[in-house]
């Protein structure tokens, strides 16, 4: 079983539509979790970075971290076409690398 | 402030070959990590290194090595290129400050292809 698990797609979705993302892991000593946004041949920008369980919002993003089921969510309200991307999630223990998952490819078609 | 710049952009390659690919951080920054990123394995990490120093190393060959200079810049070199080296390779750095997760800022890459 790979440490961090995410689904590819591609995802397709109406302009305006709420999109939800998901990764889940194995690692129960991971305590940082970041969403990463990915434009094609562009390197990786950070969206949201949560450390430990719970919920942040940014705008129409919401990072959320559920420790106890391994699973972390990013929800994008009122998609916009701008939105289109690779959406990476990563995690990692204090003092070791990042692990990614393998990136969520989402098209927003207007 | 510049972000975090990457040279050559692109590259080609034979088998057999080496490659060094150069990273240079953002200004203030001392860490600067190493990833490879293919379609199949996705964001992979080589190596991470701080103050001249290789601090993480990932799970790659030892044909995949790594610098740091004084000023933070950053060299990889792969030798002995293969096919399955064709790869974006991407470089972040971070400001390596004390406690917690330091956050990463990554480069546009050098996508390399080997033939």
């Known amino acids: 079983q790979k440490e961090v698990e995410q689904d590819p797609g591609p995802l397709s979705v109406p302009e305006g539509a709420i999109v939800s993302l998901n990764c889940t892991y194995s690692?129960?000593?991971?305590?940082?979790f970041m969403w990463y946004r990915q434009y094609s041949r562009k390197g990786p920008e950070l969206l949201m970075y949560?450390?430990?369980?719970g919920n942040k919002e940014d705008g129409r993003f919401t990072a959320q971290v559920d420790k106890s089921s391994k699973y972390i969510s990013l929800f994008i309200r009122d998609s916009q076409p701008s939105d289109s991307a690779t959406y990476l999630c990563?995690?990692?223990?204090?003092?070791?690398?990042?692990?990614f998952g393998k990136g969520t490819t989402l098209s927003v078609s207007s | 402030k510049a972000g975090v710049t990457q040279t050559p952009r692109y590259l080609i390659k034979t088998r057999g070959q080496q490659v060094t690919l150069s990273c240079s951080p953002i200004?203030?920054?001392?860490?600067v990590s190493w990833y490879q990123q293919t379609p199949g394995q996705g964001l992979q990490f080589l190596f991470e290194?701080?103050?001249?120093?290789?601090?993480n190393k990932g799970n790659f060959p030892g044909r995949f090595s790594g610098r740091q200079f004084s000023n933070s810049r950053s060299e990889m070199n792969v030798s002995t290129l293969e096919l399955g080296d064709s790869a974006l390779y991407l470089c972040?750095?971070?400001?390596?400050?004390?406690?917690?997760?330091?956050?990463?800022?990554f480069g546009p890459g050098t996508r390399l292809l080997v033939l």
């Open positions: 972040a750095s971070s400001l390596a400050v004390a406690g917690g997760l330091e956050t990463q800022y």
């Open positions: 290194y701080f103050s001249e120093t290789q601090r």
């Open positions: 690692n129960s000593a991971f305590q940082y």
């Open positions: 200004s203030g920054h001392r860490s």
């Open positions: 990563a995690m990692a223990k204090a003092g070791t690398a990042l692990i």
């Open positions: 949560t450390y430990s369980s």
